[in-house]
């Protein structure tokens, strides 16, 4: 019997598995001691020596460069969650890994595969309805302190916990001053519209919220004034250079004075358009190009503030939130050049700050949408990239709590409840995916086992008393409220005990629960479905 | 089952965790905290560091030290960053931020053996900062802006600890006159103090150090271009200019083809007429001083002089421009036919060139209320110039921060022994755990008292508990009394005038804390490094 022969190596049935979900489940170790609000930080240097110190699971698992196939699923992952929900990423991996883990012992039972894998998404499936059903707590009952709840829990595992109370404060106003309306009526609440800028210097409660937007750039010359109220804000994207004919454009002259003509001309053109600019009125002029020094002068005699080499992609966000259109040629239809007064953006005051050892210009006031910008001060660079993930993540929390509308209470109260729900569900089914339903349940323990763990608490302990409480919750009465309550117990870390951490404030949103464990699901499936690897050899160097 | 080890991470990859990791951290902080101890204080020593081009460094700045310095360690790039924040934010107390940083963080090593947790470190260490914020302030006593002893004494104390202060006040006096120079207030009363644009240090070997001053006006290293020009002005008339003075091509490729040979010279007499046309728009507002920061061709030269009797000066920087227009009061101007009247200035007194050492600088001095200025440094060598600049930078940025925020608190370490003091009160209402950390931060602010009377050999344990009985007295009568490093004694620090600016304090405990806090939670050092 001739065997297919490849170039490269081939691993088929349980012991590519097997490796799979060890390469997965050291992953997960190395993110798990950064979990909770007792978890630590890391400190990755990269291959050029760049040091970056996070908290954030996805953070670190990106800079971590994995080699192995399986585990780069798991990286992935975090990654989708981070873009998707912003929070979390931490906990979808460490949930992803013991997944796959319990899977796997199933699948040495000779369980099949597609068998653990149907269960593990009914379990998924009745999870998702339990939270919505009974779990979730709409945030209209709870107001403004939900947001700042949320803001805190999501940051008491960073580095920001202990001036939680001043970011969450922060970062909630910034967020609810970026409410936008969009056609259908929904509230949106972009992430984006908020410019978080980091200076170092100062410390962390130095950090202030500005109502407006902040570049850093400075005025192009001097003699500018420093500040401008009711500002008419042109956004320009071509060079107010000496004017200069494209490439390859030759131009013939017959007499030699016409070629000082062609000088003036240059000259010329380019004074025009810095004119037609000052006369629609406009009194700060942005350009994402250079501006000559010889155009500079007339805007220093019109008091114009102009700057040059804006980025793109701040020209863009502040023709957006000051109702400016970019202008990309000063072309009109009939040929001629013209600025349009319509082109302008309004804003209600423009002015240039130095923070720090750098120029900021700041605007205020901006007249379509409210757009926040944050600085962040802090000890150094490592320190303030580290606050503005966790402020980022932040923010996200926020976004999602206000769009959703419906918390749940955190520190493992929400895996502890599902577990127990769902071991009760699984011995209702009389099918083989029973078996994968109480894995799943089992599963789920991990998060608050590790959040124990991390702190140093009797994990087997704290656990036994959750379950007891949310067991005492789910067999009561509806009417019985005391022991309804207990459906929100969960862990808290700092004496080790278990309260009802919806009354204390900690809670997620229960979108990033729902996604989170959506997520951890189907990449676990994603790699139990692997039976076979093949890794092809590198084509042979000639 | 057997098979190939499960390569997950790069192979290169270094990993130290938990209680290793925290213990290296703290290693490298305080390695580095080791380097610059010995340059706190008035007896402090300087280091010479030899850069990797070969050049040397002479310095006992704190952050001067540490950017040539080329370390491995994470954490300990980390400490090096913090004085480049410290000095880019205050200027001045870079050697304490890192020694304070590299104490506090060991502070904990003990703490951590005891198995207590990071975050709860981190927590009390939050808390107590708050508070030494909250005492520093109440400490702090205000000053009188519109004095110039005042801020004189300030800025003296922290040049004590520099190698300029053997010449006395001298460099106190440059720092504060150059500040008060550049100090505007706008309309709105905002302070606008830009140390960095507008006050140019100029360094000059040879002479020797009391030649030093700050310039009623600028200076810059150019000479007239033209031996005839006129080398002494009174009161010129001053036009600025970032134009070239020369024919130049348009921006658009032009070729020129000639079919005649009339063409060619009409071409080249063009070109002159050019000129020639510009300095006519030049010499209709009459100027003395023509300078502009391109090229001046030798026809104009010739013509300007000539027609004129204008003194010429060419290839200025742009930067060096900005401060000619602002103690003249010209405006620069790109094409001459544009130039008016109102564009010329007139508020400079004296204008002259001079030899000095080697090269001929321009001088544009007895100016009218000018707002920009150029120090003038002169001494023996190079190296010992790049230190006195650097200690006038730091001076500088004491002055700057003195008017930005009036206030001053007691220095040779008072400040911090009072703030040790007062901690370990309140560490006795700290409840739980946290009171242990809390403790021993106010054990580690001990540090720079201790470093200090280290530095002067004097008798370190009985000076640090005289100072800390005296702190400690129930009155709270005894916050002024700190070390004074030249005597090796403990005196009052307000007889004595040492006092440091409450700001450079301040940040330097947020910034020594907030990192030491960051350092504490790390866990888990993965490095790529080949």
Known sequence: MSQVSIFGQREQGQDVRTQNILAVVALSNIVKTSLGPQGLDKMLVDDIGDVTITNDGATILKQLEVTHPAAKVLVELSQIQDREVGDGTTSVVILAAELLKRGNELIKNNIHATSVMAGYRLALKESVKFISSSLSVKTDSLGREALINAAKTSMSSKILNAESDFFAELAVKAMQNVKTVNYQGQAKYPVRAIHILKTHGMSSKESTLVDGYAIQATRSAQGMPTSMTGAKIACVDFNLNKYRLAMGIQVLVQDPEALDKIRQAEMDVCKQRCQKIIASGANVVLCSRGIDDFALKYFVEAGVIAIRRVPKSDLKRIANNTGAKIVVSLADIDGEESYEPECLGTCERVYEKRVGDWEYLFFEGMSQTRAQTIILRGANDFFLDEVERSLHDSLCVIKRVLESNSVVAGGGSVEVALSVYLDDFARTLGSREQLAVAEFSEALQIIPKVLAMNAAKDATELLAKLRVYHNAAQKSDTSDEKKQALKYSGLELTHGKVRNNLTHGVIEPAMSKVKSMKFATEAAITILRIDDMIRLAAPQQQ | MSQAPVYILNKNAKREQGKKAQGANIKAARAVSDIVRTTLGPKSMLKMLLDPMGGIVLTNDGNAILREIDVQHPAAKSMIELARAQDEEVGDGTTSVIILAGEVLSAVESFLEKDIHPTVIVNAYFRALEEIVNITNKIGISIDLEKDDDITK????????????????????????????????????????????????????????????????????????????????????????????????????????????????????????????????????????????????????????????????????????????????????????????????????????????????????????????????????????????????????????????????????????????????????????????????????????RTLAQNCGGDVVRMLTELRSKHSASDGSGFMWGINGNSAKIENMETQNIWDPCSVKLQTYKTAIESACMLLRIDDIVSGIQ
């Open chain 2, 154 to 449: 300030i800025v003296k104390s922290t040049i004590g600890t520099k190698f300029a202060s053997k010449w006395g006040s001298l460099i106190v006096d440059l720092a504060v006159k150059a500040v008060r120079t550049v100090y505007r207030k706008d309309k709105a009363g905002n302070v606008e103090i830009d140390v960095k644009r507008y006050a140019k240090i100029e360094k000059i070997p040879g002479g020797v150090l009391e030649d030093c001053e700050v310039l009623n006006g600028v200076m810059f290293n150019k000479d007239v271009t033209h031996p005839n020009m006129r080398r002494v002005i009174k009161n010129p008339r001053v036009v600025l200019l970032d134009c070239p003075l020369e024919y130049k091509k348009g921006e658009s490729m032009t070729n020129m083809e000639f079919t005649k040979e009339e063409d060619f010279r009409k071409a080249l007499e063009m070109e002159e007429t050019e000129v020639m046309r510009m300095c006519e728009h030049i010499l209709r507002v009459k100027p003395d001083i023509v300078i502009t920061e391109k090229g001046v061709s030798d026809v104009a030269q010739h013509f300007l002089l000539k027609k004129g009797n204008v003194s010429c000066i060419r290839r200025l920087r742009k930067t060096d421009n900005n401060r000619v227009s602002r103690v003249t009061g010209a405006t620069v101007v790109n094409r001459p036919e544009e130039l008016q009247e109102s564009d010329v200035g007139t508020d400079c007194g004296l204008f002259e060139v001079k030899k000095l050492g080697d090269d001929y600088f321009s001088f544009m001095t007895e100016c009218k209320n000018p707002s920009a200025c150029s120090i003038l440094l002169r001494g023996a060598s190079k190296d010992v110039l790049n230190e006195i600049e650097r200690n006038l930078h730091d001076a500088m940025g004491v002055a700057r921060n003195v008017l930005n925020n009036p206030k001053l608190v007691p220095g040779g370490g008072a400040l911090e022994m009072e703030l040790a003091c007062r901690l370990n009160e309140m560490s006795l209402k700290v409840e739980g755990v946290h009171q242990w950390p809390y403790k021993a931060l106010a054990s580690a602010l001990e540090v720079i008292p």
